[in-house]
């Protein structure tokens, strides 16, 4: 069992940046894919970014390519989103994701088993 809890949410200025953190308790961290999602007011959750067990690869949604940095470390069970040049599109619920041990870390929802309470980023214009 993993248990996730997501900080650094807040308010921010349209072109500013945050730094999502989530913690992880466990000691199998390591062999967890992680990954981001966003829920903004009446929309579905969708992708973000992620980030694989065992290489560290990363992948990107379109979106906040070029302006998210997903990564790991191991050592602290955390992982980090940084957000750079943030819009006001990016205004949603930020959610912290888990698969199952040294499964893939994908861009769908349904692969991932534990969740984070999330943390709300609110970017003013």
């Known amino acids: 069992q993993v248990q996730l809890v997501e900080s650094g949410g807040g308010l921010v200025q349209a072109g500013g940046s945050l730094r999502l953190s989530c913690a992880a308790s466990?000691?199998?961290?390591?062999?967890?894919?992680m990954a981001w999602f966003r829920q903004a007011p009446g929309k579905e959750r969708e992708f973000v970014a992620s980030i694989s067990s065992q290489f560290g690869i990363v992948y990107y949604a379109d979106s906040v390519k070029g302006r998210f940095t997903i990564s790991r470390d191991n050592a602290k069970n955390t992982v980090y989103l940084q957000m750079n040049s943030l819009k006001a599109e990016d205004t949603a619920v930020y959610y912290c994701?888990?698969?199952?041990?040294?499964?893939?870390?994908?861009?769908?929802?349904?692969?991932?088993?534990?969740w984070g309470q999330g943390t709300q980023v609110t970017v003013s214009s």
């Open positions: 994701t888990a698969s199952r041990p040294w499964e893939a870390a994908t861009t769908t929802p349904l692969d991932y088993v534990y």
């Open positions: 466990g000691r199998t961290f390591s062999s967890h894919g």
